[in-house]
């Protein structure tokens, strides 16, 4: 699944290399694009124009979840409903990959703090972490995650 797919680029590129693939994004013009170019490129995937926020209409499991720039944008709330939402499409060995900005404590605006990123610890193990920048301005950063057991989020929330 794809958060925040925006045109389909990433959700092509996996369906092409034989993942059954979803996408998500809220402009409903781009999940048109998106629905084009899967159609032209001759491979099948869902797309829903909908919240990243309001996934109760997709139902079953995901291997894998790419976020390339969708939960940076989220307020406080917002990211809690999109952490649910993961937690619940998600099964113990399903891997998480998040790029996004991130923003210090006195910032204001999108992007995502540490607070935002031990949020995900209660149910995923951080696997890499890898800062940079975004065109040498923005401090960005690319996480891979895998969704622990539940015997290891006892641990996470014993910490």
Same mark, same amino acid.
């Given at each position: 699944?794809?958060?925040?797919?925006?045109?389909?680029?990433?959700?092509?590129?996996?369906?092409?290399?034989? =993942?059954? %693939?979803?996408?998500?994004?809220?402009?409903?013009?781009?999940?048109?694009?998106? $629905?084009?170019?899967?159609?032209?490129?001759?491979?099948?995937?869902?797309?829903?124009?909908?919240? %990243?926020?309001? !996934?109760?209409?997709?139902?079953? %499991?995901?291997? !894998? %979840?790419?976020?390339?720039?969708?939960?940076?944008?989220?307020?406080?709330?917002?990211?809690?409903?999109?952490?649910?939402?993961?937690?619940?499409?998600?099964?113990?060995? #399903?891997?998480?990959?998040?790029?996004?900005?991130? $923003?210090?404590?006195?910032? #204001?605006?999108?992007?995502?703090?540490?607070?935002?990123?031990?949020?995900?610890?209660?149910?995923?193990?951080?696997?890499?972490?890898?800062?940079?920048?975004?065109?040498?301005?923005?401090? #960005?950063? =690319? !996480?891979?995650?895998? $969704?622990?057991?539940?015997?290891?989020?006892?641990?996470?929330?014993?910490?």
């Amino acid at each position: 699944m794809d958060l925040g797919c925006g045109t389909g680029t990433n959700v092509i590129t996996l369906a092409q290399h034989g =993942w059954q %693939v979803s996408g998500v994004d809220y402009v409903k013009r781009a999940v048109r694009q998106a $629905r084009l170019k899967a159609h032209r490129a001759g491979v099948s995937a869902e797309f829903f124009a909908n919240d %990243v926020t309001k !996934l109760d209409y997709i139902h079953g %499991v995901f291997d !894998l %979840v790419l976020d390339i720039g969708c939960f940076h944008s989220l307020n406080t709330a917002e990211k809690q409903a999109y952490l649910d939402n993961l937690t619940r499409l998600t099964d113990p060995g #399903s891997y998480y990959l998040l790029y996004g900005f991130m $923003r210090s404590q006195s910032d #204001s605006g999108p992007g995502m703090d540490e607070s935002d990123l031990k949020a995900f610890l209660k149910f995923f193990t951080q696997l890499t972490r890898v800062d940079g920048t975004d065109r040498g301005e923005r401090p #960005s950063i =690319w !996480l891979t995650y895998e $969704r622990r057991t539940s015997e290891n989020m006892q641990l996470a929330t014993d910490d």
